[in-house]
């Protein structure tokens, strides 16, 4: 029986958990009327603060004009990340988050021998960080996925996820959930932390980017083929703006966790985030992972009618009949083939009966020295289960992998799961290294012991997500390609990436043909998933504000944040240019990842290495600024010397300031060392918000020629900042010129996108400061 007390005029009581999104939904029906809604709509308009006011804040068009705030349900976090949003959280003063969080420890673990070794050496490594984030989840009450339960993914699929559900990760590839249909969408640390207090985290109403898929995947090709091929046909920035929404009946062939799979990779395409509706697939899976009154619930919702309306299909999870899609793509699942991406790139997709002869062409590399497989990505009971097929057929006829073969179970469920029930044990036999639960060499942690040093090309084939160039093993000549966990098998036992398993055969010892048969495998355990290891995972923990959050003071990895002070009572004067910039200047150019993840929870630490990859406009040199007095310095310790004198700085650059990703840091170190304004061409959107949200001033140049007039050296005051900034951002702002030699001065228009919460933000300090003052 479902608990709950509202009864509906023609439905069963509620269960609790979808009460509350239902009345915000009879809201959004307010609002909006008998207007068609998408499945992500629905889902993501009730999440809403102020249901009325968000949407129609851009005017009657809410898609791409409206600026949501909304309220999710929960916030999951890995260790990478969680480290500076706990940091933040901490200077808030609260005692514990105002809505259910979780820490996962899966980036800092690296593969090089097998799990357990693997895993004590991970933990000896980074001891004082894991110390750091278990004793800041018991302080707050956060749930604590300790190194080894699994990667954040696979563990938030497992555990968290629910139908209707809206959930913000600290990664990326936090859309994973929308397999099980959610809205779960990938932030920086300050945009959780936003969440994590109780405020409401703004987002901008996504496009809507409809997939309709149609028949049945064939022997050989796996769900990951349906991203891989999308990926390619709408390029790592074709899903930006949207949420990218699958329907049609091809979506009731498919597993849980094969919907998840191609949510997790709709990271590839730019889009917010991924959802799936509602199947049957769904209900199996949450009962498969002991989840039956979550199943129980959701299955009884499908029988729920609304508010009398038989097209009120809120509580089917689906899209309403007729909703529009800003675009729209139909894939034939029947007529699809597995696909291989790469190398560097997602979006360089090649179906696998041309790909023998794009290698050809292209002269890659024939001989593949590893695959992996497994990851947040790919690591189902199915995927394992049908390369377990594979495996056993290969056993049979004698054959074992030719190039090195590495499985990463996604959690320690599903990791037990597999030992239970044989699997881990036939790729052992076949020679495979079982890694730990953890990202290992996904997020390039990763010690390969087959002799390929850093400089040699070679070629890998991964079933993960991303490939960017020297993702894996740090190494930029190995060419990393993705593919189904299937495909990835196939070609290890050849050893070659020209290999074609649908047409091709393998030598056995005895000399004869193999052909491998298709994979088949089973879509969950015929018995519920295994826990594993009983002391992984503290669930549901009460704040206990007796413990103490471990930072040592002499810590290289962890430091307290200190508030940055308020903007001043004037506009800003004596602002020095610490640096003009020329070219490309992304958020890696800004704050450089590889090595520096280690410094991730060290504000002062990781900032020695602001914007070292930036090209000096006046010189050509890399990383170079020069003092006042002519001395030469590097960026970073020039900025780090003027922080220490009082001389706030300003940096000029050209186009697309801040392109990349959300990385927060790229905002905080500068803001840290003393940054007040950025100045160029233009910038990229994400980079400009967090700017704000650190309290530093973005502004655009509006003759871009003033680029030419402006050098490192020069003084300069704002005029006009603070009384836009008082005006909820409503004023122009110049900047008064005082060249640094001749003291000619002049003025330089600039125009700027500062909203009225965000003016908030920087007159606070920092978008941080007002959310802690008005807790
Ligand atoms: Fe980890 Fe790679 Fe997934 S880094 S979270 S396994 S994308």
Known sequence: RLAGTRHYSNGPPLPPRYETLYKKYSEVRRVLGAQRLTLAEKILYSHLDNVEESLLSGGRDIRGNANLKLKPDRVNMQDASAQMAILQFMSCNLPQTAIPASIHCDHLIVGSRGADDDLSAGIETNREVFDFLESAAKRYGIDFWPPGAGIIHQTVLENYAVPGLMMLGTDSHSPNAGGLCTITIGVGGADAVEALVGAPWELKAPKILGVRLTGKLNDWVSPKDVILHLAGLLTVRGGTGYIVEYSGPGVETLSCTGMATICNMGAEIGATTSIFPFTEASSRYLQATRREQAARDAQLLQQFPGKGSAEDAFFKFQADEGAQYDQLIEINLSELEPHINGPFTPDLSTPLSKFKQTVKEEQWPEKLSAGLIGSCTNSSYEDMTRVESMLKAAADAGLKPAAD????????????????????????????????????????????????????????????????????????????FLASPEIVTAMAFAGSTTFNPVTDTLTTPDGKEFRFPAPHGLEGPETPFETGKESLGVLSQPPN?????????????????????AFPASDLTGLRVLVKITGKCTTD??????????????????????????????????????????????????????????????????????????????????????????VCKSFARIHETNLKKQGVVPLTFVEEADYERIEAGDEVDTVGLYEMLRNGGVGEVSLLV??????????????????????????????LNLLSRGL
């Open 405 to 480: 073969f590495y499985i990463t179970p996604g959690s320690e469920q599903i990791r037990a799961t597999l030992e239970r029930d044989g699997t881990l044990e036939t790729f052992t036999e076949a020679g495979g290294i079982v890694l730990s639960n953890a990202c290992g060499p996904c997020i390039g942690q990763w010690k390969r012991h087959d002799g390929v040093e850093k400089g040699t090309l070679n070629a890998i084939l991964t079933s993960y997500n991303r490939n960017f160039r020297g993702r894996n093993d740090g190494n930029p000549e190995t060419m990393n």
């Open 545 to 565: 504000p007796d413990v103490e959050v471990a930072i040592s003071p002499s810590s290289e990895r962890l430091a307290l944040l200190e508030p940055f002070d």
């Open 589 to 678: 150019t800004i704050s450089a990842a590889g090595p520096w993840l280690k410094y991730k929870g060290h504000l002062p630490n990781i900032s020695t290495n602001t914007l070292n990859t930036a090209v000096n406009a006046a010189t050509g040199e890399v990383n170079v600024a020069y003092d006042l007095d002519g001395s030469k310095h590097t960026i970073p310790e020039l900025a780090q010397k003027w922080k220490e004198e009082g001389r706030p700085w300003i940096v000029v650059a050209e186009h697309n300031y801040g392109e990349g990703s959300a990385r927060e840091h790229a905002a905080l170190q500068p803001r840290y060392l003393g940054a007040r304004v950025i």
């Open 738 to 767: 005082r060249k640094a030699g001749s003291g000619e001065e002049f003025v330089i228009p600039t125009r700027h996108a500062v909203s009225k919460d965000q003016a908030g933000f920087i007159l606070a300090g920092s978008a």
